[in-house]
């Protein structure tokens, strides 16, 4: 091949032309691929593989096998930017092999497209006409009769049973229906050489750089329709396909091109770099197929990379939808596995536990029903055909939804496209409801016309009348038939000509518009994106290197720029593999030419900060239109109406003579040596000066492996983008068992790097979240984050469960293994005598305190989901039960107890399966153990509304009180979420278990008692709470007395709570573990605040105003974060750092003698006593001139006062002080009333002259402090208002 040849191959419009068919020296072969598939399936099942290959040629009719392929003649031989790769082209271009019909069969010609992704990410597209040529060959003729001899002998005394297997149905390339219908098939289909023709498939492809599909849709029909013309073609066929392999250029970007086909001049165009880039797959047809909802859902699903499958009978409808969605992606790229067309040899790909988008071909009369997947959890399926899709459970809809499906309809009305789609236009969906005889005998594999139809046709063809009729119909939208075949079509007026141009512009033009409506939204949602991009490297090359370890894009900080609606999605796509590589490309950007699609998203954003100088709405949910649909229309408008370029006019070559002869209805054999390479001189077009930036365009598209350092490009493409996607295509050349073992490695390998990564990532993230909570630096994760982390977990999980799995049972893998392992476990329990317990029966503590101990296992955590009513499927269950053992730091034990059954994992699993290489497994439940050293409330804070039964034990102090009490006992639980209500508790027992609907995090718990009988007076330790579901147990230390007349008389108090450790992660929990909660101050300290012999500990004056600080600090930390995740105001309150607390010091700094006749003086006590003062100078009236302001704020003070005394809750005086603080700050009184208690003369007599309420000073800084706290909205939880009437 020339230098020349291969050298301008970057800029030819075309790389190769194919042509597949029979090869008539090889005669007839079984298709090796379907019978491997034969063999993989067997094998899937457990079939002997002997019985798969005995069973397959005989179960179809000879006209229906698959016979295998080959390509007879390629030009030219290779080219080095895209070496020519024969298997897949091959595959590709017939992918269910060759095709045989007689002359009663249906024979219209067919057009599909494919495209085959390289390794390093670049790709090459297909376009392939299949037409069906007259078999000449005696060899093939006799051998076909000599099959249906066979055939007949094979099934004249029975009829063929129905397959059993589970995906037949994929690969079966004969239509199935019932039995009755395969019965007069038999009967009816055969061949008879001596009256029947025989026809077999034939395809031309080319092989094009860029996807330039209408063009090359048409130069293909029209080489066809010179092959089935009566007269031969002006030039011969070499003249064209030389012209448009050597001749005919890419356009250049933002420009328009115009070539020679056979017939008619073709028209093709390339948007400039500051457009869109190239789609030419029509997204009229995927609204018409889809409709807009079911797109936008669809969309999403691939936004969030979940799995998708697109089902359909038609192979150009599979790539329509797949080209058509993918192309709305920008700026980002689908990068996972994509392969529009699975061949049916490539099924077993659907077992690949990664993100992919794969269309699989569908027979007719094969209903969803009849096709088992792998693996459905994470599946999103879409049944082109029949306008339906099936969804993936709870996945996050996209933003603004509605106002984009309104947005987008507009654009469609205006063409005349129904919204919710034509399924009037997709013939099989009503076809496929009535399997009959004559469909099968027809053919309706690809949508082709039933016999009488043809005849119809084949009668109007030509009608000048019938043409317009039918171009009036198309118009209007009304379908008629299928008459517009590809085929023999004799129009060539040229009203059919310029109507058939208006309606490529129309396409062209709609195309555009509804891609400016996608690309808006994501300029919009991530309009400041830069802001978030951390640029940490200095060089590209210490970029590459560590690119595993770095953190690219601030995600906390940008999720909490978002609006709220749009977080549930945000949060799930700031994830995914796209997200994370168009971050890659803004980072790389820095050191080298920036990727084309972010170049094009990067300049549009640009502009709309020039149109919003002040950007109000980047923050705001209101919803924003393109303001662009013409302008981008127009562009594409003036491109088509006026060419810029026309190539050279295909022209005679230097032919050997008698070569090129012409054979009505047969593709001629093609003169290899004038197409091997191309001219050397008289290319006009190579010597432009636009070549060299094409070529540098190009090459930088298909080089995007190249630069910098191979090695260590190499490395990162393979190592840094690839996380979960180790094999991000199918290898379609080389399917031998061998490779098939090889790939699942791949899969094995690439599960465990994600799980590391995914595991590493909750940890980091949460701990960075904890070292906060404990005042190290600033938090990077958010609820909501997290929930995504997990979901993301969960997700990692289902596929690692389906990888290798023998058959299927409902749509989860893991619940289903996690049922298998129950029915196992409760069939040996109940021979056992009785389960063993993991641990002692009761823990006991110094207090003698006794919490029943909780019976861990497997088996009871699966009870408790599926006691909970509200979750309704198996996905749903296996996720609840993964966020559950995650919460109680069980899920590596219980996955490694689930796997120790290694006889059930054997019968569930193949050899090859993740769940059976042992090292991995290990190392997978080794990454997921390290999840235990951070608390996770994934269980408690997502199933908010389910009844738990929950476990509350008061423990009292037996050394210094009565071990038990006369009074009855009560008690109320409060959390997060709500609370118990008061609850009595059986005298001298002090142990309650009661269902609640859940509390979420417990906060306070409130205990009290009647003050009956002669023992009412009652020294209380502690209460503890415990959630039987999560094992979490709560204690609520007290350290106080309950009755009248002991400590200050309270007979009810409130208690903060604190999380108990697991006793098993003690050891685990001493190095690193969540930061306590702030509990009910202890027994020490309030001793210490309120008795003499407690003085030496009393906190110094600098220590109060710190804590003060402290105090109030922690409150305004509380409101700037997000609502969700804001925790307990009332543990900053009340609990032992809180605010009540530290006033309480204050207040009693400087308190003179506590005791007065040997008895206890609390700060209520001042407090009543200056509330007295204020009322008994009310009456009066003082001599001096009182402000009005001054009266009316001692009135209001007076006025809480009196309402807490005269509350019927038996509070005590330190209660009562609690309450007067908290209700203080909720109405933003409290720097109003404490200038009050400095003014009042009592102070003098009840404190030291150091007291800090007697420094101004101190009380003036005390008094700003407590201002911060006004801007905030306080609301108490009910515990501390009930019964206080204001």
């Known amino acids: ?214 063009a090359c849709r048409k130069f293909l029909t029209q080489l066809h329709r010179a092959v089935s013309s009566q007269q031969p073609p002006p030039l011969p066929l070499e003249s064209y396909i030389h012209n448009i392999l050597y001749e005919v250029p890419l356009p250049a970007p933002g420009r328009s091109l115009k070539f020679h086909g056979v017939y008619e001049p073709i028209v093709c165009q390339r948007p400039s770099p500051s ?36 089902y359909s009978q038609d192979y150009q409808r599979l790539m329509t939808v797949a080209e058509g969605i993918t192309t709305l992606l920008f700026p980002f790229q689908w990068q996972h596995v994509y392969v529009p067309i699975l061949p049916a040899s490539l099924l077993h790909f659907l077992d690949a536990p990664v993100p992919y988008l794969m269309g699989l071909q569908s027979k007719a009369g ?45 654009v469609l009305l205006q063409f005349g496209i129904p919204p919710e789609g034509s399924l009037h236009c997709s013939e099989s969906a009503t076809q496929l409801k009535s399997l009959a005889l004559h469909d099968l005998v027809n053919d309706k594999k690809n949508g082709n016309l039933p016999g009488d139809a043809l005849a119809v046709f084949e009668l109007l063809q030509g009608n000048a009348t019938v043409e317009r009729l039918q171009a009036l119909a198309k118009r209007t939208g009304v379908t008629v038939g299928r008459v517009q075949t590809l085929g023999g079509s004799t129009v060539k007026e040229k009203d059919g000509r310029l109507q058939c141009e208006e309606e490529e512009l129309r396409d062209a033009t709609l195309n555009v518009q509804v891609r400016e409506v996608f690309a808006n939204r994501f300029s919009h949602m991530f309009a400041d994106y830069e802001a978030f991009v951390i640029q940490s490297a200095m060089d590209l090359e210490s970029w590459l290197t560590n690119r595993e370890q770095m953190h690219n894009f601030d995600k906390a900080s940008f999720l909490s720029d978002q609006p709220e609606p749009y977080l549930p999605f945000l949060s799930h796509f700031i994830e995914t593999q796209m997200f994370a590589t168009f971050i ?79 054979e009505q209805g047969f593709f001629p054999k093609l003169q290899a040596d004038v197409l091997a390479a191309g001219p050397t001189n008289n290319n006009r077009w190579a010597s432009r000066t636009g070549t060299a930036q094409r070529r540098k365009d190009r090459l930088r598209q298909h080089s995007e492996h190249l630069g910098l350092d191979n090695d260590l490009r190499e490395k990162y493409m393979q190592e840094a983008r690839s996380l979960g996607k180790n094999l991000r295509q199918p290898k379609l050349s080389d399917l031998s068992p061998a490779v098939i073992a090889q790939t699942n490695w791949k899969f094995v390998e690439g599960l465990l790097k994600e799980c590391r990564m995914k595991t590493k990532r909750m940890l980091v993230e949460k701990m960075g979240h904890e070292a906060v909570e404990l005042g190290h630096g600033e938090a990077n994760i958010t609820g909501l984050e997290e929930n995504t982390l997990i979901a993301s977990l969960c997700d990692l999980m289902e596929r690692i469960w389906s990888h290798g799995l023998q058959v299927k049972q409902g749509k989860s893998a893991l619940w289903s293994h996690l049922l298998q392992y129950q029915e196992r476990e409760e069939k040996l329990e109940q021979t056992a005598v009785s389960p063993v317990l993991l641990g002692p029966e009761r823990r006991k503590s110094e207090t003698g305190l006794t919490m029943p101990f909780l019976r861990v296992s497997l088996i009871q955590d699966m009870r408790h989901i599926q006691n909970v009513s509200e979750i309704k499927t198996d996905v749903g269950r296996a996720r609840g039960w993964i966020r559950l053992s995650l919460e109680k730091k069980l899920l590596s034990q219980h996955l490694k107890q689930l796997l120790s059954n290694q006889a059930l994992t054997k019968k569930l699993y193949k050899r090859y399966a993740f769940l059976r290489c042992e090292e991995e497994k290990e190392q997978f439940l080794y990454h997921l153990l390290t999840l235990n050293t951070v608390d996770y409330f994934c269980f408690t804070s997502v199933f908010t509304t389910i009844m738990i039964p929950y476990r509350a034990v008061i423990i009292p102090i037996k050394k210094l009180s009565n071990a038990i009490t006369t009074s009855n006992p009560w008690v109320s639980v409060s959390g997060e979420l709500g609370d118990s209500g008061v609850m009595q508790i059986p005298k001298n027992v002090l142990e309650i278990t009661f269902d609640c609907q859940n509390l979420g995090k417990l906060t306070t718990a409130q205990i009290g008692h009647d003050n009956s009988g002669l023992l009412a007076k009652w020294l209380v330790d502690c209460v503890m709470v415990r959630n039987e ?258």
């Open 275 to 310: 457009e869109l880039p190239l789609a030419d797959y029509s997204l009229k047809q995927v609204f018409e197929l889809l409709g807009v909802e079911n797109l936008v859902q669809v969309f999403t699903c691939i936004l969030l990379e979940m799995q998708i499958l697109l």
């Open 1 to 214: 091949m020339s230098a020349t040849g291969s050298g301008m191959a970057p800029c030819r419009f075309a790389h190769y032309f194919v042509i597949c068919g029979i090869d008539t020296e090889t005669g007839l072969e079984p298709d090796e691929l379907a019978a491997l598939y034969q063999w993989l399936e067997a094998d899937r099942h457990g079939r002997s593989q002997d019985a798969a290959n005995a069973g397959e040629n005989f179960e179809q009719s000879p006209l229906r096998r698959t016979f295998k392929s080959k390509v007879l003649a390629h030009f030219p031989e290779t080219i080095e930017w895209n070496p020519f790769d024969q298997d897949a082209v091959n595959m590709l271009c017939m992918p269910k092999g060759l095709s045989f019909r007689t002359q009663v069969d249906n024979r219209e010609p067919q057009f599909h497209s494919y495209l085959i992704t390289r390794e390093d990410g670049s790709r090459t597209y297909g376009f392939v006409l299949t037409f069906y040529e007259e078999v000449t060959s005696k060899q093939i003729c006799t051998a076909m009769q000599t099959l249906y001899q066979m055939h007949h002998a094979e099934h004249s005394g029975s009829v063929c049973a129905s397959s059993s297997c589970s995906m037949d149905s994929l690969a079966s390339s004969m239509d199935e229906g019932d039995a009755t219908s395969l019965n007069k098939l038999h009967c009816c289909s055969s061949y008879d050489m001596s009256r029947d023709t025989l026809y077999v498939s034939k395809a031309l492809c080319l092989i094009t750089p860029l996807p330039f599909m209408q």
């Open 1029 to 1286: 579901i999560t094992g979490h147990t709560y204690k609520f230390p007290c350290g106080r007395w309950l009755g009248k007349g002991v400590d200050d008389g309270s007979l009810e108090r409130i208690l903060i709570g604190e999380l108990l450790m697991p006793c098993a992660d003690e050891d685990l929990s001493k190095q690193c573990r969540t930061p306590p909660l702030q509990r009910s101050p202890t027994q020490t300290r309030r001793l210490s605040i309120t008795s003499l012999a407690g003085r030496n500990n009393k906190p110094n004056a600098g220590q109060i105003q710190e804590a003060i600080g402290e105090a109030v600090n922690n409150i305004v930390k509380h409101f700037h974060k997000p609502e969700k995740e804001r925790g307990s105001l009332t543990i900053l309150l009340c609990g032992e750092n809180g605010l009540v607390s530290a006033l309480e010091q204050f207040f009693h700094h400087g308190f003179k003698s506590s005791r007065i006749f040997q008895k206890n003086v609390f700060v209520w006590d001042f407090i009543e006593k200056a509330v007295a003062y204020f009322e008994m100078t009310d009456q009066i009236g003082d001599t001096e001139e009182e402000t009005e302001s001054f009266r009316s704020m001692y009135k209001v003070f007076c006025h809480y006062v009196n309402a807490i005394n005269v509350t019927p809750r038996n509070i005590g005086k330190d209660g009562k002080f609690q309450f007067l603080v908290c209700l203080g700050a909720r109405d933003h009184l409290l720097p109003q009333w404490i200038p009050l208690l400095v003014e009042c003369p009592l102070i003098t007599r009840m404190y030291e002259e150091y007291a800090l309420l007697r420094d101004h000073l101190t009380v003036n800084s005390l008094i700003r402090v407590l201002q911060t706290v006004h801007e905030f909205n306080i609301t108490l939880e009910s515990s501390l208002v009930k019964g206080i009437t204001l």
């Open 584 to 662: 890659d490309n803004k980072i790389m950007s820095q050191w080298e030419d920036k990727e084309p699609l972010l170049r094009v998203f990067d300049s549009r954003i640009e502009k709309m900060r020039l149109y919003n100088v002040r950007i109000p709405n980047l923050r705001s949910s209101n919803y924003q239109k393109s303001t662009i649909l013409k302008e981008s229309a127009q562009s594409i408008e003036q491109r088509l109406m006026k060419i810029d370029h026309t190539a050279i006019h295909p022209h005679l070559l230097d032919m050997k003579i008698g070569q090129g002869k012409y």
């Open 366 to 410: 094969t209903d969803r029903s009849k096709l088992e997947l792998p693996q459905e959890a994470n599946l999103c399926f879409v049944d082109i055909d029949n306008h339906f899709i099936e969804l993936p459970e709870d996945f996050p809809q996209f933003p603004n939804k509605l106002e984009f499906i309104q947005e987008i309809s507009a």
